[in-house]
């Protein structure tokens, strides 16, 4: 069974799917960029998905190259470490485009976002975020929603009240910056609407390194949730290890939660239960013979224990997170025929469906982001059980969205953090 949709060409399989038969050898090479944190507090998010997206490239050049309407084309990945900086990304922006002509951009998105997105339009390059919360009309060609944030975020609140509806006081906290700020406004709306009290509702300096009055503040507040939101992964860390140490009892909940970090700082039964949107590709939810199987199979074989390439620890969420929009702009040259980012924006627009590792999604999100570059993919909520993260339900936004948007947006908006504020 092929992983993309039979509008798309053998040259783009899944993930340990064995290569279909071609004729042609590429003898053009296009390059791609990665420009994200390789180091600092906001790694965790950029350094391991170089994994999936390496692996994706070599899976391509194996079977000759990206077939791109009869032509194939060797792909080639760029690296630049922005270390979450707008500065820098902006600096790695000009040298991934003018150095080595790249044709899109893997990215984190937020700050970097910000900067380097005049640049990137002018250059015409498809930049894709992490984040939805970056899309905005005047980025045309910037795409989002491979990675559920901050789908996940708005629908965390009204899992932990369809787990527990006695529940009642929400927390939450995030660094003060371009992604803390716009995705914390969502998820409290989203609270709010789903009859949550917002008891705390605040940002953290990115200087920060002693969470212990921050927790503090956030316990004196009687949460029966504390909610991380995009709280970056060191800084998870920190906030944990005080929620620990301070005696917390109620319940977790973020956007990402890497269990093998964490449990170096606390022990498994403090996190018990907590939620969180990335899931474990080894999970049995997918069953034994899904492409998520089969992605955590070849990326063990490769990056795990005796791998060629052993990267010394174990698989994360992120390592499968930013290869899903680089597989879905690659579906997109090849319905555009072109590398053109406009023709392949339109494409994936106009698409009816594409192919994802979290299933099949299309292309929406006008009413959050006023242009439709957001691709909506079904949405995987996690407790960790025992240590170990386990799927509970993989839940449609659309649908749990429609009824409660007005609410949600008049909240954003009082924040100030919807597209057109910002």
């Known amino acids: 069974m092929e992983f993309l949709g039979k509008s798309i060409t053998a040259a783009v399989t899944a993930f340990g799917i064995a290569c279909s038969a071609f004729s042609a050898q590429a003898e053009e090479t296009v390059n791609i960029g990665f420009l994200a944190a390789l180091s600092g507090p906001d790694a965790g998010w950029g350094l391991p998905g170089l994994t999936g997206n390496q692996m994706f490239v070599d899976r391509v050049n194996a079977e000759g190259g990206l077939d791109v309407c009869g032509e194939r084309y060797k792909l080639n990945m760029v690296t630049f470490d922005d270390e979450a900086t707008g500065s820098k990304a902006l600096q790695g922006a000009k040298q991934l485009v003018l150095e080595h002509d790249v044709k899109f951009i893997s ?54 009240k ?88 109620g319940e977790i909940s973020a956007n990402y939660l890497d269990s093998e970090s964490i449990l170096t700082k606390v022990p498994a039964e403090f996190i018990e239960g907590a939620v969180d949107s990335f899931p474990l590709f080894n999970d049995p939810y997918w069953g034994a013979d899904s492409p998520q199987q089969k992605f955590y199979d070849a990326w063990t074989e490769r990056y795990g224990p005796g791998g060629p390439d052993d990267v010394k620890r174990g698989i994360t969420g992120i390592d499968w997170d930013h290869v899903i929009m680089l597989e879905i702009w690659a579906q997109g040259v090849q319905m555009a025929c072109s590398f053109e980012a406009e023709k392949v924006v339109e494409a994936l627009q106009n698409a009816e469906e594409v192919d994802t590792l979290l299933g099949k999604g299309h292309f929406t999100g006008e009413d959050m982001w006023g242009i439709n570059n957001m691709v909506a993919t079904p949405v995987p909520i996690n407790e960790h059980r025992d240590g170990v993260k386990r799927v509970q339900l993989v839940a449609d936004f659309e649908e749990w969205f429609e009824p409660r948007k007005e609410q949600i947006i008049e909240h954003v908006r009082s924040k100030g953090m919807m597209y057109d504020q910002r």
């Open 162 to 249: 369809q787990r527990n509806p006695d529940l009642k006081r929400w927390a939450v906290l995030s660094q003060d910056d371009t992604i803390g700020l716009t995705s914390q406004a969502w998820e409290v709306g989203s609270a709010l609407a789903d009859g949550w009290e917002v008891v705390y509702d605040e940002h953290y300096s990115l200087d920060t390194v002693d969470f212990a009055p921050i927790v503090t503040a956030v316990l004196a507040s009687n949460p029966d949730v504390v909610s991380l939101n995009l709280s970056y992964p060191d800084f998870v860390l920190g906030i944990l290890e005080q929620l620990h140490s301070q005696g917390y009892e």
């Open 107 to 160: 990215a984190i998105g937020g700050n970097p976002a910000d900067a380097t997105h005049p640049f990137l339009t002018r250059k015409k390059v498809v930049y894709a975020s992490l984040i939805s919360t970056d899309i905005k009309p005047d980025r045309p060609y910037l795409i989002a929603g491979g990675d559920v944030t901050p789908r996940i975020d708005m629908m965390r609140p009204w899992y932990h």
